[in-house]
């Protein structure tokens, strides 16, 4: 079973998901200043990470929480 969510990247530097099952839309993250250069998320552990180069910055969210 694959999970129905999308993200989508803003400009201004927040993350957003919307779950296509529950038509639920929550933005995850706001605090990048910059361009997000990569992300990656980790299923098993229910985590979002994103970089931000320009910013030197590595972001953890723990979305389980």
Same mark, same amino acid.
């Given at each position: 079973m694959?999970?129905?969510r999308i993200v989508s990247f803003m %400009?201004?530097?927040s993350i957003s998901v919307l779950d296509l099952e *529950?038509?639920?839309y929550a *933005? %995850?993250?706001r605090s990048h200043e910059e361009n997000i250069d990569d992300i990656?998320?980790?299923e098993s552990?229910?985590?979002l990470v994103s970089c931000s180069?320009?910013?030197e910055v590595i972001k953890?969210?723990?979305e389980s929480n």
């Open positions: 694959y999970d129905k %400009i201004n530097g *529950t038509q639920h *933005t %995850i993250m990656c998320v980790l552990n229910r985590l180069g320009s910013e953890i969210w723990d």
